[in-house]
C-alpha cells in the first residue's frame, strides 16, 4: 500500500519536475517585462533536438550539452533583436502575441532541419533507475531536480544580489524610471531572453531522457510550465518549482487513485480552485494593483 | 497599362502551354486520373510522407514501362495536413474540378471518413490508407481500404495470449483516435479467446510518463499479461516505465508502434515486447516459400534505393491501394468508375506488401487476421514468432 502510494509520488514528482524545469523559463522574461514568452517551449525543444543531434554525430554529452545552450542563447538574442526590439513601443498584449509567433517559425524550422520524429536520448547516468522502499524512481528524474534546485538558487541570488539582477526588475517595475536611472533597458531586456534561452535548454536537455524529443515537443510542455508558473506565481522561482511539482503529483495521484481518464481534469481544478483564492499563484508577489 | 497586364497574361498563358506540353508524355491516349489525398504533413505525417512518397515513384514507375491498359496514369495529389475539413474540400476538388476516375486516401480516420459522403454521392471508388473498421464496416459500395483493421490487430494478439495460456490481461490505451478505437475493439473480442480485461487504463498522446497507470495494473490481481494500444511516442514511454517498474510479464504493444523508430525510442526497454507488423518488417525472415516475401522484398529495395530513407509499413498501404486499383482496372479493362469498382470488389489472391487480398462485395478489406506476423523484440532486432 506504502509502496504504491511512494511508487505514484515518484511518477508525479518526475512529471512535475520536468513541468518546474520549463516553469523556470517563464520567471525570467516575466520579470524583465510581464511579457509571458510562449517561445520558451520551443527553446526547450531547441535544447534537446540540438543535444541528441549532436550525440549523434559523435560529440561528447557534455560538449554537445554546452553547444546546444549555446545555440539557444544565440536564437534568444535574435529572437529578441529581430522580432521583440523592433516592437519596442508595442504592449504586452502585442509582444506575447509576437513570441507565439517566433514560437510557431522556430518549430517550422525545427521540422525543416530535424524531421518529425521522436528521438531519444541516454539517460545521464549508467543506472537508470533506483529501488527505494519498493518503489522505482529515474535516475534522470534526479539530476532534473538537483539542476532545478542549482537554478532556482542562482535565479535568486541573481535577481537579489546583483546589479544586473536588480536592473532586470527596475526595468520591469518601470521601464521609464529605470531609463532615467541610467539602465539601458533594451538591452536587459536582450538580457532576459538569453538568459531565458539558455534555461529552458537547459530544462529540454534535462528532461529529454525523460520526455524524448521532437520539434514539437514544446507546445505541451511549455502549456503546463505555463501552468505551473501561473500556480506558483508568475515570476517567483520557488513558485515555479512548487506549482510544477503540485501539478505532476496532482496528475499522478489522480492516475494512481481516481482514474487516469481524469487526471488533466483534476489538474485543471487544481488550478481553477488555487487562482480563485490567490489570483496572483502561491508565491506571487504581494503588491496592489494600480489602477 | 492594360497592354502591359495583357502581355503579362500571354506571357503566363504561354509558359503554362509550355509546362503542359512537357508534362504530358508522348502517348497519345487519355490518361487515366488517379486522384491522392493524404497527410503528407502535420501529426499524422508519418503516414501521409511515406504514402505520398510511395504513389509519386510507382507512378512514375508505371508510366515508364508503357502505363495501364495502354494508357499512363496521372496522380494529382493534395496534403490535407490531418485535418479532416480539409480532406473533405480536397476530395471535393479531387471529384469536381480534378474529374478523377478513382481516389486514394486518406492517411488517418478521420480524413477518410470525411471524405466517404462525397465518394458515395459521386459513385467513384476510393481506397483508404487508414486502420479503423469503420471504413469498410458496415460496408459501403465504393469505399475500400488496404490496411488490416485494428480488430484483427486486437484478434492477433489475443490469439497469441490464449496460445500461452492467459485469461486475465491489462490493458492501457492511448485516448486518441487510434488508441481508443483499439481499447474498444478488443474489449469487444477479448471474450471470444476466453480472455478477462481487469485493468482498463488510458494515457493521453502527449504524456511523459504513465508509471502510475502501470502500477495500478501491475496491482490488480489476476492480471498476467499487459497489452498497449496506441500509436506515436506514448508506448515508447509505456514500454520504458513498463522495464522501469520491472513489471515481469509478457507485455504486447499493437502495430501502431510496429517500425523500427520503435526500437530506437525504447532502446532495451523493448526485450521481449510481442507485437503483431505487416510483413514488411522482417522481409528477409519471411520463409521462401511465403508469397509475399518477393513483393515484401522488392517494395523494400526499390523504395530505400529511391528515398534513401527506411520503408515504412504506412508506405506499404499506399503501394497496396495503387497496386490494386492497377489490378482492378486491368481486369476491367476500362477506368470507368462502376467496372473499377466491381472489378475491385472480385478481386482474389492479390498478394500485396500487406497481406493477400480476397474482396468480396461483404468485405472490402480482404485481409485475414494472420496477414499480421506476430513479431518479438530480441537483442534490439525483430524476431519472427510466427
Redesign the interface.
Same mark, same amino acid.
Given at each position: 500500500m506504502f509502496a504504491?502510494f511512494l511508487?505514484?509520488l515518484?511518477?508525479?514528482v518526475?512529471?512535475g519536475a520536468?513541468y518546474a524545469m520549463v516553469a523556470l523559463g517563464f520567471t525570467l522574461v516575466y520579470n524583465a517585462s510581464h511579457v509571458i514568452n510562449f517561445a520558451q517551449g520551443e527553446f526547450l525543444m531547441i535544447g534537446g533536438m540540438a543535444t541528441v543531434s549532436l550525440l549523434a554525430m559523435g560529440v561528447p554529452l557534455p560538449l554537445a550539452i554546452a553547444m546546444a545552450v549555446a545555440l539557444a542563447a544565440v536564437l534568444g538574442v535574435a529572437l529578441h533583436k529581430l522580432a521583440i526590439a523592433p516592437a519596442r513601443k508595442a504592449d504586452v498584449i502585442t509582444l506575447i502575441i509576437i513570441t507565439i509567433g517566433a514560437s510557431i517559425f522556430l518549430r517550422g524550422l525545427a521540422q525543416i532541419i530535424w524531421g518529425?520524429?521522436?528521438? @531519444?536520448m541516454p539517460s545521464f547516468s549508467a543506472t537508470?533507475?533506483v529501488n527505494v522502499m519498493g518503489a522505482?524512481m529515474?535516475t534522470q528524474s534526479l539530476w532534473v531536480l538537483a539542476v532545478a534546485g542549482v537554478l532556482v538558487l542562482l535565479l535568486a541570488l541573481f535577481f537579489t544580489r546583483t546589479l544586473m539582477g536588480k536592473a532586470i526588475l527596475a526595468t520591469s517595475m518601470n521601464p521609464g524610471a529605470a531609463r532615467l536611472m541610467g539602465i539601458r533597458t533594451q538591452f536587459v531586456l536582450m538580457l532576459a531572453f538569453m538568459l531565458a534561452a539558455v534555461l529552458g535548454a537547459m530544462a529540454g536537455i534535462m528532461?529529454a531522457p525523460?520526455?524524448?524529443t521532437?520539434y514539437d515537443i514544446g507546445?505541451?510542455?511549455g502549456l503546463k510550465g505555463f501552468v505551473a508558473a501561473a500556480i506558483g506565481g508568475m515570476g517567483s522561482g520557488v513558485g515555479a518549482v512548487v506549482g510544477g511539482l503540485l501539478l505532476g503529483i496532482a496528475?499522478?495521484?489522480t @492516475?494512481?487513485y481516481i482514474s487516469?481518464?481524469y487526471k488533466?481534469a483534476v489538474a485543471f481544478l487544481l488550478i481553477l480552485v488555487i487562482l480563485f483564492f490567490m489570483p496572483r499563484g502561491l508565491f506571487g508577489a504581494r503588491v496592489a494593483e494600480r489602477v | 497599362m492594360v497592354t502591359k497586364n495583357r502581355s503579362v497574361y500571354r506571357a503566363v498563358l504561354l509558359i503554362l502551354v509550355l509546362i503542359c506540353s512537357m508534362v504530358v508524355p508522348v502517348m497519345a491516349a487519355e490518361p487515366i486520373r488517379i486522384g491522392a489525398f493524404v497527410s503528407a504533413t502535420g501529426p499524422a505525417?508519418?503516414l501521409g510522407?511515406p504514402e505520398l512518397k510511395t504513389l509519386e515513384m510507382y507512378v512514375e514507375k508505371i508510366n515508364a514501362q508503357g502505363g495501364v491498359i495502354g494508357r499512363p496514369l496521372r496522380l494529382i495529389h493534395y496534403d490535407d495536413g490531418g485535418n479532416a475539413n480539409e480532406a473533405r474540400n480536397f476530395a471535393n476538388r479531387l471529384l469536381r474540378s480534378d474529374r478523377v476516375d478513382l481516389i486514394i486516401g486518406g492517411s488517418t480516420t478521420g480524413t477518410t471518413m470525411a471524405a466517404v459522403p462525397l465518394v458515395e454521392r459521386a459513385g467513384r471508388p476510393m481506397i483508404s490508407m487508414a486502420g479503423a473498421l469503420v471504413i469498410t464496416e458496415p460496408v459501403r459500395p465504393w469505399v475500400f481500404k488496404t490496411p488490416q483493421s485494428d480488430r484483427m490487430a486486437a484478434e492477433r494478439v489475443l490469439a497469441d495470449m490464449q496460445s500461452r495460456g492467459i485469461t486475465g490481461i491489462g490493458l492501457i490505451s492511448g485516448?486518441d483516435g487510434f488508441g481508443r478505437s483499439g481499447r474498444e475493439q478488443t474489449l469487444a473480442v477479448a471474450a471470444d479467446f476466453g480472455i478477462q480485461v481487469l485493468a482498463d487504463?488510458?494515457?493521453?498522446p502527449?504524456d511523459?510518463?504513465m508509471?502510475?497507470?502501470l502500477?495500478?495494473i501491475r496491482?490488480t490481481p489476476g492480471v498476467e499479461a499487459v497489452f498497449n494500444f496506441g500509436f506515436?511516442?506514448g508506448p515508447?514511454?509505456v514500454t520504458r516505465n513498463y522495464a522501469?517498474?520491472?513489471i515481469e510479464l509478457p507485455f504486447y504493444q499493437s502495430h501502431g508502434v510496429a517500425s523500427d523508430?520503435f526500437l530506437?525510442?525504447?532502446?532495451s526497454a523493448a526485450e521481449g515486447v510481442r507485437l503483431p507488423a505487416s510483413a514488411l518488417l522482417v522481409p528477409d525472415a519471411l520463409p521462401d516459400d511465403d508469397p509475399q516475401k518477393q513483393v515484401v522484398q522488392d517494395y523494400k529495395a526499390a523504395y530505400e534505393a529511391r528515398w534513401n530513407m527506411p520503408v515504412s509499413t504506412f508506405g506499404g498501404y499506399a503501394y497496396d491501394a495503387l497496386m490494386l486499383a492497377v489490378a482492378a482496372i486491368e481486369a476491367a479493362g476500362t477506368s470507368e468508375p462502376k467496372a473499377v469498382r466491381d472489378a475491385l470488389e472480385q478481386i482474389q489472391g492479390h498478394v500485396g506488401v500487406t497481406g493477400t487480398f480476397n474482396m468480396s462485395p461483404d468485405d472490402h478489406n480482404g485481409l485475414a487476421p494472420e496477414s499480421f506476423r506476430l513479431l518479438e523484440v530480441r537483442d534490439g532486432q525483430w524476431v519472427l514468432v510466427d
Open positions: 504504491e511508487q505514484y515518484f511518477s508525479g518526475t512529471i520536468t518529425k520524429e521522436f528521438h @531519444a537508470e533507475s522505482v529515474y528532461v525523460i520526455t524524448l521532437a507546445i505541451m510542455l496528475e499522478a495521484m @492516475a494512481g487516469s481518464d488533466d | 505525417s508519418f510522407d485516448t487504463q488510458t494515457y493521453g502527449q511523459t510518463d508509471t502510475a497507470q502500477t495500478r496491482n506515436g511516442q515508447a514511454i522501469h517498474l520491472g523508430r530506437d525510442l525504447a532502446g
